[in-house]
């Protein structure tokens, strides 16, 4: 008869059935037998310093490679360190699985060790989360996780383990494992529906088809190609849809930049959006005039008229539904509009243009971008975290899949997200190179990983742009209450490089332009996790915080 405990049975469904081969988090007494799971169904562990990285590089391991993250979260401390990860990876819209540890179920109401009622806190934002009571029980548990954070509209789920369902045994044999993985459920617009979206598009004298998240978790980088293409549309794709068609695509305005579609906006005739909220970064859509057709696409029923009511809504997944409007629309050409259009941009970007292609001495942030992008080139994956520094990330360019990142744009505007981004990226993608623009402030809420990149071999190179401020807050307070009476925003001078030094990484320090590319020669030779620590113009304010600011105003 042989015998397996409950870890070694979650160890054995995430392998056979889910094929999960890397999970991410910090040990715990209560997740012991779970560990020892993870090695027996040779599962790789990344170890993290702190568990909110631990959320967040699952969360960017579904962006990067399109299956779930899975992230394991000791009792009590754990589970809240790891809530900011969960929460960002809610607003996100990413298929997380939490799979975290509790206290004894048999010592409840006791006053045990981290004991605490940890569904009913992260209920709020989890797709669905739910203690397992009984070892027999732990496959259907899993297979109900996956479910949940994968249909339909994706998100975190939390499946609660206790010791006393871990740590026992049990006769294999009694324990079935499912026959399969989840399959993935689609729903399809009506025909009808199809016909009058296309009949739209096809009248269109300045549409934009605009993209986001779900057009990357969807994967539909054929579908997209073969509509655009077609139709001769124009595209902008943002957030994680980022890559899917290369920023260098004949059809791509991305060099317009965020700048000048918020300018733009109100000249189109026709906007296409396709896994995209009109959230605050878009006004709520209360910049789109009235006059302008929107054709919606969302998985989810419910966005398809959330803040701006839809002329044709299609619900369904991104590349199912391009896929089924492909043979209703005409081919057509817009390619005087798609100049109009990128001349608007340029005229709107002409003092960042001039900026990218100009020395500057302090270093200006644009500046910095565009001699990381003159090195690494653009077949590499970007991440931007920070205020001002997320907007100034936005001036990559890419050819790769989510090849742009700039996590600080989510609706949590979570910081700290780079450094757990970049190491799940390099990951997913040992290939690529793998750049995060770090601003100083957050560079400090995870930077610790470093020590976690080293010891796992994590090659990820972090270039900080260090303004010795949080530079979106002090800019604002000195819009608001004057520069004199500045509060909690500025940092100094700090070498950070020097910790990383520490650590065991590589470490530059950046005060000239000219020491920016010899710097990031000798970082990617080295082979090493590298912070690459560059002094900019702490006077420079990016619109974001222009945008920001108003954002507050009562």
């Given at each position: ?321 391009l896929g089924q409007l492909v043979p209703f629309v005409n081919e057509n050409d817009h390619g005087e509009w798609i100049q109009t259009l990128k001349g608007a941009g340029r005229s709107v970007l002409d003092n960042e243009h001039r900026i990218r292609e100009t020395a500057t001495d302090p270093i200006h942030p644009v500046r910095l971008v565009a001699q990381i992008q003159k090195f690494v080139g653009d077949d590499a994956i970007y991440i931007a975290d920070g205020g001002d520094t997320q907007y100034f990330g936005l001036g990559f360019t890419t050819r790769q899949k989510a090849g ?151």
């Amino acid at each position: 008869m042989a015998l397996i405990n409950g870890g070694h049975l979650v160890g054995k469904y995430l392998k056979e059935i889910e094929n999960v081969d890397v999970v991410f988090g910090i040990s715990g007494g209560h997740l012991e037998s779970l560990l020892d799971g993870f090695t027996e169904y040779k599962i790789r562990t990344i170890d993290v310093r702190h568990e909110q990285a631990a959320a967040m590089m699952a969360h960017a391991w579904s962006v990067y490679t399109g299956r779930p993250g899975v992230c394991f979260l000791t009792a009590g401390p754990g589970f809240t360190n790891g809530l900011t990860g969960i929460a960002n990876a809610y607003l996100d819209n990413a298929p997380l699985v939490v799979l975290c540890g509790r206290a004894p179920l048999r010592d409840d109401l006791k006053g045990a060790l981290q004991e605490m009622n940890q569904i009913e806190v992260v209920r709020p934002i989890t797709k669905w989360a739910a203690t397992c009571y009984d070892i027999k029980r732990i496959p259907e548990y899993l297979s109900i996780a996956f479910r949940n954070a994968l249909l339909g509209r994706p998100g975190p789920v939390m499946l609660e383990l206790p010791p006393d369902i871990l740590n026992i045994q049990i006769e294999e044999s009694l324990v079935p494992m499912p026959a399969r993985p989840n399959p993935k459920y689609t729903v399809h617009p009506d025909e009808a529906d199809l016909k009058a979206a296309a009949e739209i598009i096809n009248n269109a004298k300045k549409p934009l088809f605009l993209g986001g998240s779900g057009i990357g978790f969807s994967g539909c980088s054929g579908p997209l190609g073969k509509l655009v293409e077609k139709t001769g549309v124009p595209f902008m794709l943002l957030n994680y849809g980022r890559g899917e068609l290369p920023d260098n695509h004949p059809l791509s305005v991305m060099d317009i930049g965020n700048l000048g579609l918020f300018f733009s906006i109100a000249r189109f005739d026709v906007i296409i959006a396709a896994g995209l909220r009109f959230n605050w970064l878009l006004q709520f859509g209360q910049i789109i005039p009235k006059t302008t057709k929107i054709v919606r696409i969302d998985i989810d029923p419910l966005e398809i008229n959330r803040n701006v009511e839809a002329t044709v809504g299609l619900v369904g997944d991104a590349g199912s539904v391009l896929g089924q409007l492909v043979p209703f629309v005409n081919e057509n050409d817009h390619g005087e509009w798609i100049q109009t259009l990128k001349g608007a941009g340029r005229s709107v970007l002409d003092n960042e243009h001039r900026i990218r292609e100009t020395a500057t001495d302090p270093i200006h942030p644009v500046r910095l971008v565009a001699q990381i992008q003159k090195f690494v080139g653009d077949d590499a994956i970007y991440i931007a975290d920070g205020g001002d520094t997320q907007y100034f990330g936005l001036g990559f360019t890419t050819r790769q899949k989510a090849g742009v990142v700039a996590s600080a744009a989510g609706l949590l505007g979570c910081l700290g997200t780079g450094l757990p981004f970049g190491m799940a990226a390099k990951l997913a993608r040992p290939d690529k190179k793998v750049v995060v623009l770090n601003g100083d402030g957050s560079f400090g809420f995870n930077a610790m990983e470093f020590d976690t990149m080293v010891r796992h071999n994590i090659p990820v190179v972090c270039v900080i742009n260090n303004d010795c401020a949080w530079g979106m807050i002090k800019h604002s307070q000195e819009v608001s209450i004057g520069k004199d009476r500045l509060q909690c925003s500025e940092l100094g001078v700090r070498r950070y490089e020097k910790m990383v030094e520490g650590l065991g990484g590589h470490s530059e320090f950046v005060t000239k332009d000219e020491e920016i590319i010899p710097a990031l020669e000798r970082a990617f030779a080295s082979g090493k996790p590298a912070c690459i620590n560059v002094m900019t113009d702490p006077t420079v304010t990016s619109p974001a915080t222009h945008l920001f600011y108003q954002s507050l105003k009562i």
